[in-house]
């Protein structure tokens, strides 16, 4: 329906058109009657036009895209300085970094040697300490046992001569008796001391 | 009331009759266009170009917009030895661009709907591209009528023929502009008047087709603009570098 409608909307917008173009009037552009004063004016105006555009602003136009091309290739240069700068800036960071930790390594390594050298030499020091206190200790107690055989034996020698006086009530020589005392301990020692 | 829809081409004095000699030069309605269209770039232009800020304000984006396109226009078709015509080119565009646009305001005249003002536009650049032809290129010029790697035979039928095209150009491209205007601002009068003959009942549907044709018309306005300039571009190319 639309469809039709439009169709003869059309047909009919054509022959108006046609009927128009036919019309006495006809097209004004084929009149000549302002052709030579259109001339004159469009040379004169587009003359003008284009003076001033290819002298006053043009020139201005292109100088600002200039002007703004090379601004904007200062800046790029000027941000890729400063990265390559960040960038140095960063390397040395880590470069100083770097040296720091290995610095700290060896400090630390150094602190340790000589810990455990102090460590070692204390400890040999005192090893040292304990084994002359040992040796002392050592040398006191078989002291102490070769004095108390002999003091045993005087002990010995003077018990038996009391005892010989009290029993039999005379002087006996120390001397012998201390002789017999020996014989007896020399025996013994040849069965050991037991401790 | 003018039902015509022709009436809207008329061309009429304002202001008094100036004559030199016999000839008549009155300002009319039609240079009254034309120097708007030409103020309205100019303005619109010098306030782009006055301000010069890293980050272009609109106007200013505007014309730095406008400049970039015709350059990239004329280097994609033209090469760099148009440069030089860069500005005429540039004028050549905004000029018919701005006298499309005024012309659809209701009530305007539109300037490029007259084949005596792009008869004049076309026969200027037909004859500076022949003058800038020979200039360059002396008689080798003429090469341009011979394409290379034609049979012999056929030689004689393809530079008539080829001479033919050349002289027709200013033809064409006055043509194509002309009719293009007319027809498109007498399609929208026809319409108009179709929405007052048929009333608030059926005046519907012209009416809508007259939006829509507006919008069309605003492309054409650009596109018929774009290709004069365009036209121009590869007039002066041959001209420029002859590839024959």
């Known amino acids: 329906m639309t469809k039709k409608f439009v169709f003869y909307l059309n047909l009919f917008c054509f022959f108006t058109f046609f009927k128009v173009l036919a019309a006495d009037e006809g097209m004004p552009q084929l009149n000549p009657e302002f052709w030579i004063s259109q001339i004159f004016w469009l040379t004169l105006i587009f003359g003008s036009l284009y003076l001033l555009l290819s002298k006053l602003i043009l020139p201005k136009i292109s100088n600002n895209l200039e002007i703004r091309k090379s601004k904007i290739a200062e800046n790029i240069e000027a941000a890729e300085m400063q990265r390559e700068k960040s960038e140095q800036k960063l390397k040395d960071y880590e470069k100083i970094i770097n040296n720091a930790k290995n610095e700290a390594k060896i400090i630390f390594n ?86 | ?114 084949i005596i003002v792009t008869f004049v536009l076309a026969a200027f650049i037909f004859i500076g591209v022949t003058i800038i ?5 002396g008689f080798g010029y003429l090469k341009l ?23 027709s150009r200013p033809i064409s491209l006055s043509v194509r502009l002309f009719a293009n205007m007319m027809a498109g601002h007498t399609m929208m009068k026809v319409f108009g008047g179709f929405v007052i003959s048929l009333g608030i009942v059926g005046g519907w549907l012209p009416l809508s087709f007259s939006v829509a044709l507006t919008g069309l018309e605003i492309l054409v306005a650009f596109l018929q603009a774009y290709v004069f300039a365009i036209l121009t571009c590869i007039y002066l190319n041959d001209a420029l570098n002859l590839h024959h």
Request: aromatic share 8%.
């Open chain 1, 110 to 195: 150094q602190a340790r040697e000589k810990i455990l050298i102090d460590i070692n030499n204390k400890k040999d020091s005192l090893e040292k300490e304990i084994d002359e206190e040992i040796k002392k200790v050592e040398e006191e107690i078989t002291n102490l046992k070769n004095k108390s055989s002999e003091k045993i034996n005087k002990i010995a020698i003077e018990a038996s001569s009391d005892l010989i006086k009290q029993v039999i009530g005379a002087d006996v020589n120390n001397s012998n008796i201390s002789a017999i005392v020996e014989d007896i301990s020399k025996k013994n020692e040849g069965k050991g001391y037991v401790n």
């Open chain 2, 133 to 137: 032809g020979f200039l360059k290129h």
């Open chain 2, 145 to 167: 009528f011979v394409p290379s790697g034609v049979p012999v035979v056929l030689l004689p039928l393809i530079v008539v023929i080829e001479i033919i095209s050349y002289l």
């Open chain 2, 1 to 114: 009331m003018a039902t015509n829809p022709m009436h809207q081409f008329n061309v009429y004095r304002i202001g008094p009759e100036i004559k030199i000699g016999n000839i008549d030069i009155s300002f009319t309605n039609s240079s009254l266009f034309m120097v708007i269209s030409s103020v309205a770039i100019l303005v619109l232009l010098n306030l782009g170009a006055k301000k010069n800020s890293l980050i272009p304000n609109k106007i200013q984006l505007m014309a730095e917009l406008s400049y970039g396109f015709v350059s990239k226009m004329i280097s994609d078709t033209a090469g760099s030895k148009a440069k030089p015509y860069f500005s005429f080119i540039f004028s050549l565009f905004m000029f018919v661009l701005f006298c499309n646009m005024f012309g659809m305001i209701p009530y305007s005249f539109t300037v490029t709907s007259h």
